[in-house]
């Protein structure tokens, strides 16, 4: 794997981690879920609720780069700027902006409407 000393050069290879669209929706779903609880833990006031946000956002991440994708999740190499990059790409998704970046990142497989 090359080394990426900048955000920048990171984002598209993250992308092309997640060529494939149901990679992406099991990461929307490990994202949406993480910050619900996350918000969970906020109002309930129970701090071993915090210790879910990451179980629930990176299982499902780690069984899509598993069974999908087929690849090394890019957690394991860069795990704050995977972080960053995966709400990234969460909030493209719901801003339906993603699909811009995949195809700047050359990723082909973008057939989720709204990634385009």
Same mark, same amino acid.
């Given at each position: 794997? *090359?080394?990426?000393?900048? &955000?920048?050069?990171?984002w598209? &290879?993250y992308?092309?981690?997640?060529?494939?669209?149901?990679? *992406?929706?099991?990461?929307? +779903? !490990?994202?949406?879920?993480?910050?619900? +609880?996350? =918000? !969970?833990?906020v109002?309930?006031?129970?701090?071993?609720? =915090?210790?879910? +946000?990451?179980?629930? !956002?990176? &299982?499902f991440?780690?069984?899509?780069?598993? #069974? +999908?994708?087929?690849?090394?999740p890019?957690?394991?190499?860069?795990?704050?700027?995977?972080? =960053?990059? %995966?709400? *990234?790409? #969460?909030?493209? &998704?719901?801003?339906g902006?993603?699909g811009?970046?995949? @195809?700047?990142? !050359? @990723?082909? %497989?973008?057939k989720?409407?709204a %990634?385009?």
């Amino acid at each position: 794997m *090359r080394e990426y000393s900048t &955000f920048a050069e990171f984002w598209p &290879f993250y992308l092309r981690e997640h060529a494939k669209p149901a990679t *992406r929706a099991w990461h929307y +779903v !490990g994202s949406a879920l993480a910050l619900s +609880v996350f =918000i !969970g833990a906020v109002f309930t006031r129970n701090a071993w609720w =915090i210790l879910a +946000v990451p179980l629930s !956002g990176y &299982f499902f991440a780690w069984v899509s780069h598993a #069974f +999908v994708e087929r690849n090394k999740p890019a957690t394991f190499t860069y795990p704050l700027w995977s972080l =960053i990059a %995966d709400y *990234r790409m #969460f909030f493209l &998704f719901l801003a339906g902006r993603l699909g811009a970046h995949l @195809v700047a990142a !050359g @990723v082909t %497989d973008t057939k989720q409407s709204a %990634d385009a």
